[in-house]
């Protein structure tokens, strides 16, 4: 399918959180939880349908990410930069993200990560293949950087294999 | 928060499963923003209004397809050309009436229920009822009579 009706439902969801929740902190944090919840149930169709095998280091799990991920569910692939010396941070930087057609944010949610729903779906996917994460946004076009970058940080492997629950 | 659209932007091929699971979350807010199905399936048409009189724009630009002379046309132009853009779907329509002024729209699957199901306190919730409102508000943008009535 073309990524437009699914930009306009992502703005209308955005939209609806922010009537619910009196501040941007507040939609942000629904947002990654949301992004969390779809993470852990989007990994298993990733895994059904890209074949791709175990990864056997971060380097591996970002170009997955990148290459396969993100192509397969918005279109386009990030390119993979800034990797920490320790190699357990990298960037993903997208020059464009299909989830900002036709928005702007207002003056009033200056605060407001807009996309932070894919923070989470990271999140929440990597949780389900044993690997602690972080996730956020250090740059992004919505607030007028010329990118858009995601910030990935390896925290730890989960060696626990107890289905992840939901937040 | 919205723009117009950027018709630099080359529009982007997604599998559907990320939107579906969206629309989900989407659909699980408004049930807990709001005390009953009917005012959940309200919003939704509502929400769905304001994405059609978006969505025709791009429609129009990327589709190049032309005015349509009669209803007949418009529902050809609806199942075979924007659901497969916009759901990856194509529909079959049927059960036209006696005056050409209504038909059925028949979608053998509809990605948005995939991984679906309606628990028991919500059997009078419209779970995609988004669509209606997409399409009411399309047509609506382009003068052509109302695919469903006004609430």
Redesign the interface.
Known sequence: ??????T??????????CK?YENDEDVNKQLDK?GY??GV??IE?FLA?SNVGRCHDFRETADVIAKVAFK?????TPSITNWSPAGDEFSLILE?N?LV??????DN?SSLIYSN?LCG?LRGALEMVQMAVEAKFVQDTLKGDGVTEIRMRFIRRIEDNLPAGEE
Not at 72 to 76: A, E, S, W
């Open positions: 399918m073309s990524s437009e009706l699914f306009l439902t992502y703005g209308a969801l955005v939209t609806q959180l619910d949301m919840n779809i149930r989007l169709d349908r397969m569910y918005l279109g386009i464009n299909p057609d036709f928005v702007e944010l207002p949610h729903l779906v």
